[in-house]
């Protein structure tokens, strides 16, 4: 059973807001947890108002940082965050299939992946898959901030990895690119930061317009 969320991107977007500041301020409300809920969902299928793709580090529950409970969010969680065939093709099931309105990539400071290629390259046995992803991300970085220490440069390689995502996410998927384009699904990248709570919304990504012709 499906329904259509009942929701427009900007919507989408502003409850993710305010469910992030109401968290890292401590006033989170864990709405739609209940009994109520999760029998509502079993019975009558999910309507989720976002697909968020995010790091599969234990400090990064997308769920909690964003102060929303059972069937809000459709949540694909790998290391990295980086966009393989299965996580396309779950983002494209909740985009395609469930309509979310908002596909929200989000990284984070301090991501174990990241700072593992920054650090060794690419890494060894099935991490090798992995680490091949957020490469290219690590390049765009150091071209950006040429010389820069360590920390800086992990920063920047989260960030051009967020973009590097979108793109991915925008060259192999028709489907995402089709909706992005006619305005039914917003695309966006955004930043946890473990210390605060807080995420930082980098906004739609700044070849968006080129990516999508």
């Known amino acids: 059973m499906h329904r259509k969320p009942n929701f427009t991107p900007d919507e989408a977007l502003r409850a993710l807001q305010e469910g992030n500041l109401r968290y890292a301020s401590g006033d989170a409300q864990f709405p739609n947890l209940d ?32 102060d929303r409970g059972i069937g809000d ?5 790998v290391a990295g965050n980086v966009m393989g065939p299965s996580e396309l093709a779950s983002v494209e099931y909740a985009v395609g299939h469930l309509d979310t309105p908002l596909f ?9 992946a990241v700072t593992a290629v920054v650090e060794s390259g690419l ?5 090798r898959g992995l680490s091949e992803k957020i490469l290219p991300a690590l390049e765009k970085a150091k071209s950006f901030c040429p010389g820069a220490p360590r920390d800086q440069l992990i920063m920047e390689t989260v960030k051009a990895n967020v973009w590097k995502v979108i793109e991915d ?8 690119k089709t909706r992005a384009k006619d305005g039914s699904l917003l695309v966006l990248g955004a930043l946890y930061d473990l210390h605060s709570g807080r995420v930082e919304w980098l906004g739609r990504h700044p070849e968006e317009s080129t990516l999508l012709e």
Not at 73 to 77: A, E, G, I, T
Not at 169 to 176: T, Y
């Open 169 to 176: 996410a925008f060259d192999s998927s028709a489907c995402i």
């Open 123 to 127: 890494l060894d046995g099935n991490l």
């Open 35 to 66: 009994q109520n809920r999760r029998v509502a969902t079993a019975n009558e299928g999910q309507t989720p108002f976002v697909t968020v793709l995010s790091c599969s580090d234990s400090r990064v529950p997308a769920e909690h940082i964003f």
């Open 73 to 77: 969010l459709f949540v694909v969680r």
């Open 104 to 112: 929200v990539v989000l990284g984070h400071t301090k991501c174990g």
